[in-house]
């Protein structure tokens, strides 16, 4: 088989590195937020200078990481990666900090999680590139201040508006990641079938494109799941029909949505009427963390007109109610 790699099937890496874009030529995709780091990284080099300290915000799977890396590898630098979760103390912090190379970039994901005291650290550090070090304990401990050399911080969230102001007035850069048209996923999905050794006939990787949620790191998955479809019936290529039927399998409908996303459809309109109910019980209700529910979730369905926010809670919309083939409330007719 042509479209076969020679990966026995339960070899899939688990992360997402191989599909990773090296340089921002090959980031697919978003062209006004690609020409201003294109600038901001040529404005550094000309300058000779690490860059401002960067912020990417967006919900998961849109490129962040992705980003950091190519910006790192298109300076020339090395990339340590860490992430607020991991940071338990703001000792941990400082000591990254301090072993940090000139010009280096810090890579902090998910950076709207960091411990306060660990964020108070790191402003300091980003605004004066210094680092006070706690040296002994108890009564006779005292803090030594640590000259850092300059480095560039990249830090992603998928929460901006939890980050404090005064962290966020430290990124002299802030991109907004956007869920990507499906023109652009349909590059995407060309380029990692490619990457992949999956051969994909005319239409399936647009038919793909419809059902990834705007998101890269699920055409991914997706287009990962389609190549097993294809190995198990002894396809040589994918085609549309392979497409519709794996997908089917793994339970993504027509809209690109999953069963999260149908799960929280499904409790507003039956359990809640509708709505407007709010975050905790919504996700009470569906047996899923607020925060994923928030950030995973609603962003997309929001988008995409199936839900509203409103100051009551979340209210399910006409499109909402017909795409679970159920009735529209009256009274939501009258709303949309
Ligand atoms: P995030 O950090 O925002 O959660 P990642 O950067 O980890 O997302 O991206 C998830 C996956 O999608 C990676 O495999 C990455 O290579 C791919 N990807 C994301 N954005 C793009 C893009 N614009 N072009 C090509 N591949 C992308």
Not at 12 to 38: M, N, T, W, Y
Not at 128 to 144: C, E, L, N, Y
Not at 217 to 236: F, K, P
Request: glycine fraction near 8%; include cysteine.
């Amino acid at each position: 088989l042509r479209m076969v790699s020679s990966q026995p099937l339960d070899s899939e890496p688990v992360s997402d590195e191989e599909l990773r874009p090296h340089v921002l030529e090959g980031f697919i995709g978003q062209p006004r937020l690609k020409a201003q780091l294109q600038l901001f990284l040529d404005a550094a080099r000309k300058r000779e200078v690490p860059p401002d300290h960067i912020l990417l915000a967006g919900p998961p799977g849109l490129g962040k990481t992705t980003l950091a890396m190519i910006v790192a590898n298109e300076l020339g630098v090395p990339i340590r990666v860490t992430s607020g979760p991991a940071i338990q103390h703001a000792g941990d912090l400082a000591s990254i900090l301090s072993s940090l190379d000139a010009g280096e970039v810090l890579f902090i994901d998910e950076i709207h999680r960091l411990p306060r005291p660990a964020e108070e650290l790191l402003y300091i550090a980003m605004e004066d590139f210094r680092v006070d070090v706690m040296v002994g304990k108890g009564p006779g401990a005292s803090s030594i201040p640590l000259t850092l050399p300059r480095f560039t911080v990249i830090g992603a969230t998928t929460r901006e508006g939890m980050l404090p102001s005064p962290l966020r007035a430290r990124f002299g850069f802030t991109a907004h990641l956007d869920f990507y048209p499906h023109e652009e996923l349909e590059k995407l999905i060309e380029r990692s079938a490619s990457v992949l050794g999956v051969e994909l006939e005319e239409g399936a990787a647009h038919q793909l494109s419809l059902r990834s949620r705007g998101t890269p790191r699920i055409a991914n998955r997706l287009l990962r799941r389609v190549r097993d479809w294809a190995i198990v019936h002894d396809l040589e290529s994918v085609d549309v029909d392979a497409v519709t039927q794996a997908l089917a399998l793994y339970q993504i409908d027509s809209e690109g949505l999953d069963r999260l996303d149908i799960a929280v459809l499904q409790a507003i309109c039956r359990n809640f009427n509708g709505g407007p109910v709010g975050l905790n019980n919504l996700s009470a209700m569906v047996g899923e963390e607020s925060e994923t529910v928030e950030t995973v979730c609603e962003p997309y369905l929001v988008r995409e007109g199936f839900l509203v926010r409103t100051p009551k809670g979340r209210v399910a919309t006409a499109k909402a109610w017909r795409h679970l083939g159920l009735e529209p409330q009256d009274d939501v007719n009258k709303l949309f």
